[in-house]
């Protein structure tokens, strides 16, 4: 019998742990303090109150959006208890301006609309029930913690991606508890921006993905990866790069299985049922708009300079890995160099080492390696693009920002905890514990510096349950409820069987047995 007698419950207490953490950073960050929050917490409403989806060059923020901005002092510092009116004074949306539109253009419509249609939906039913008298703040609170909803499984889909992928329970655990060490990714997920769901959606395609490595060739399993595909290509731009991940997916595997006329039929499948789910929205934008992406010109000065090219490498790779592991809020709160420098470190080590010669018995090949983290490879080619054709037209740096590796998070967690387990050899039922106490260290770097940036100097902590849109008994039972989960976890994951296979078909090979 496994010494884990439940490991689904280990992998529940995860989750709730990873949910309580987004929870409880939902209080901590003041409103709008995320990026592109305000944009995007404008769009959810207006979708909550007319369920009309406006071109991507029609909408001007609320006026009521607009004057909640000067409520909440947006991107000062050193808050303090007389910046803000009490708790119950804060006032509804409604109560602070009429909803015309401002002088402020709203962006947001360059996205599609499935995340606004799923917020404006809840925030309708919420409405339904006297949640249109809610204060402003609290409102935002709300959508916030509807997108950690979405964000909240991925602890479970990293560990069921694991044990697809033939790894322990040890290492499932350890990737399920890989995403709490992200503490920009716990930001994201507590905050009102249409990455969580993305970021969900991703996670599942992975699964799937995972699933068809190992022989899975099943209609079920291509009719669902094509519905996930969907969703997410109606979520946000960087889904694009999926359809090119399942392409890839399904060709090396009809060539390495020898029939590749079954792979052909699975991914004519998955197509078909990915432009129903979504992807006619791209198509719609060819017709409508003549290309394939719309979005507002920035407002930026013209290059008075020659690019210097090496200056904006170095650059770019210091601001997106700093920016992965940690720059919060609107940029202004960053962990501490060393931390990134040690996880960076350990994290690219282990990318590499499983690209290059995984370590013999390790359950994921050197093919399948490349295969899971395609995708991200593309994204992050993308950002460099982007980046450097601004910094080139414009002369300012900008768009480099770690979190658009997200979408990724649950395969690369599930690689690394594979071969963190296999390189501890026999000391491998520490590595999980390692993982949590990891996040444990890098949470309270981001708290410290998240408490001291807005609400010092003078009493921090006093002013933060002042300043939180619920009431101070929330933050303080979600501590509790964190600390209770965290020894839970911890003593949990400390007990998987190095034995336990996950049941899977045999898999399709994409390299050598040599490779792992």
């Given at each position: 019998m496994s010494k884990t007698r439940h490991p689904g419950r280990i992998v529940g207490v995860l989750v709730a742990l990873g949910f309580v953490l987004m929870a409880l950073s939902a209080t901590l960050f003041p409103t709008y303090r995320a990026p592109d929050e305000p944009?995007?917490?404008?769009?959810?409403?207006?979708?909550?109150?007319?369920?009309?989806?406006?071109?991507?060059?029609?909408?001007?923020?609320?006026?009521?959006?607009?004057?909640?901005?000067?409520?909440?002092?947006?991107?000062?510092?050193?808050?303090?208890?007389?910046?803000?009116?009490?708790?119950?004074?804060?006032?509804?949306?409604?109560?602070?301006?009429?909803?015309?539109?401002?002088?402020?253009?709203?962006?947001?419509?360059?996205?599609?609309?499935?995340?606004?249609?799923?917020?404006?939906?809840?925030?309708?039913?919420?409405?339904?029930?006297?949640?249109?008298a809610l204060p402003y703040d609290m409102t935002v609170w709300i959508l916030r913690i509807f997108t950690a909803v979405m964000v909240a499984p991925l602890p479970a889909l990293a560990y069921a991606t694991v044990r697809r992928l033939g790894g322990t329970e040890r290492?499932?655990?350890?990737?399920?508890?890989?995403?709490?060490?992200?503490?920009?990714?716990?930001?994201?997920?507590?905050?009102?921006?249409?990455?969580?769901?993305?970021?969900l959606l991703a996670a599942v395609l992975t699964l799937f993905v995972a699933k068809v490595l190992r022989g899975d060739d099943s209609h079920r399993t291509a009719i669902a990866i094509g519905v996930v595909l969907g969703l997410a290509l109606l979520t946000k731009g960087f889904a694009l790069v999926f359809p090119i991940w399942v392409v890839l997916l399904y060709f090396v595997v009809g060539k390495r299985s020898g029939e590749p006329e079954i792979a052909v039929t699975?991914?004519?499948?998955?197509?078909?049922?990915?432009?129903?789910?979504?992807?006619?929205?791209?198509?719609?934008?060819?017709?409508?708009?003549?290309?394939?992406?719309?979005?507002?010109?920035?407002?930026?000065?013209?290059?008075?300079?020659?690019?210097?090219?090496?200056?904006?490498?170095?650059?770019?790779?210091?601001?997106?890995?700093?920016?992965?592991?940690?720059?919060?809020?609107?940029?202004?709160?960053?962990?501490?160099?060393?931390?990134?420098?040690v996880a960076t470190l350990v994290l690219a080590v282990t990318l590499a080492i499983g690209l290059i010669h995984p370590p013999a018995g390790n359950p994921i090949t050197?093919?399948?390696?490349?295969?899971?983290?395609?995708?991200?490879?593309?994204?992050?080619?993308?950002?460099?693009?982007?980046?450097?054709?601004?910094?080139?037209?414009?002369g300012v740096t900008a768009g480099i920002q770690g979190r658009y590796l997200f979408p990724m998070i649950a395969a690369i967690a599930a690689i690394a905890a594979t071969l963190w387990v296999t390189l501890a050899g026999s000391r491998s039922r520490a590595v999980p514990a390692v993982v949590l106490l990891a996040a444990a260290i890098m949470l309270e770097a981001a708290f410290v510096g998240i408490v001291s940036t807005y609400y010092g100097p003078a009493d921090p902590m006093s002013t933060w349950l002042y300043w939180a849109p619920v009431p101070s008994a929330v933050p303080i039972t979600l501590f509790v409820l964190i600390a209770l989960l965290y020894v839970v976890a911890l003593f949990g994951v400390s007990r998987g069987d190095p034995r336990s296979k996950a049941t899977t078909q045999p898999r399709v090979m994409l390299g050598n047995e040599a490779d792992g």
């Amino acid at each position: 019998m496994s010494k884990t007698r439940h490991p689904g419950r280990i992998v529940g207490v995860l989750v709730a742990l990873g949910f309580v953490l987004m929870a409880l950073s939902a209080t901590l960050f003041p409103t709008y303090r995320a990026p592109d929050e305000p944009e995007h917490v404008d769009l959810a409403i207006r979708m909550s109150r007319t369920w009309d989806y406006p071109a991507y060059d029609e909408m001007s923020l609320s006026e009521q959006t607009d004057v909640s901005l000067d409520r909440v002092h947006f991107m000062e510092r050193n808050l303090s208890p007389d910046d803000i009116a009490p708790r119950g004074q804060r006032g509804s949306f409604a109560d602070l301006a009429p909803d015309v539109p401002s002088d402020r253009p709203n962006r947001m419509p360059q996205h599609p609309p499935l995340y606004y249609a799923v917020l404006g939906s809840l925030l309708r039913i919420v409405n339904a029930f006297g949640g249109a008298a809610l204060p402003y703040d609290m409102t935002v609170w709300i959508l916030r913690i509807f997108t950690a909803v979405m964000v909240a499984p991925l602890p479970a889909l990293a560990y069921a991606t694991v044990r697809r992928l033939g790894g322990t329970e040890r290492a499932g655990f350890a990737a399920a508890a890989f995403p709490l060490m992200v503490p920009q990714l716990i930001h994201i997920g507590s905050s009102v921006n249409n990455d969580g769901l993305l970021i969900l959606l991703a996670a599942v395609l992975t699964l799937f993905v995972a699933k068809v490595l190992r022989g899975d060739d099943s209609h079920r399993t291509a009719i669902a990866i094509g519905v996930v595909l969907g969703l997410a290509l109606l979520t946000k731009g960087f889904a694009l790069v999926f359809p090119i991940w399942v392409v890839l997916l399904y060709f090396v595997v009809g060539k390495r299985s020898g029939e590749p006329e079954i792979a052909v039929t699975r991914l004519a499948e998955a197509a078909l049922a990915a432009f129903v789910a979504g992807g006619w929205w791209w198509v719609r934008n060819l017709i409508v708009l003549g290309r394939l992406q719309s979005s507002l010109p920035a407002h930026a000065s013209e290059a008075t300079g020659a690019p210097q090219p090496i200056w904006w490498a170095e650059r770019f790779i210091v601001w997106f890995v700093e920016s992965f592991w940690g720059w919060l809020g609107w940029l202004e709160v960053k962990l501490p160099i060393p931390l990134i420098a040690v996880a960076t470190l350990v994290l690219a080590v282990t990318l590499a080492i499983g690209l290059i010669h995984p370590p013999a018995g390790n359950p994921i090949t050197r093919g399948e390696h490349w295969i899971l983290l395609t995708p991200g490879a593309i994204i992050l080619g993308i950002v460099i693009n982007r980046a450097y054709s601004a910094y080139v037209n414009t002369g300012v740096t900008a768009g480099i920002q770690g979190r658009y590796l997200f979408p990724m998070i649950a395969a690369i967690a599930a690689i690394a905890a594979t071969l963190w387990v296999t390189l501890a050899g026999s000391r491998s039922r520490a590595v999980p514990a390692v993982v949590l106490l990891a996040a444990a260290i890098m949470l309270e770097a981001a708290f410290v510096g998240i408490v001291s940036t807005y609400y010092g100097p003078a009493d921090p902590m006093s002013t933060w349950l002042y300043w939180a849109p619920v009431p101070s008994a929330v933050p303080i039972t979600l501590f509790v409820l964190i600390a209770l989960l965290y020894v839970v976890a911890l003593f949990g994951v400390s007990r998987g069987d190095p034995r336990s296979k996950a049941t899977t078909q045999p898999r399709v090979m994409l390299g050598n047995e040599a490779d792992g």
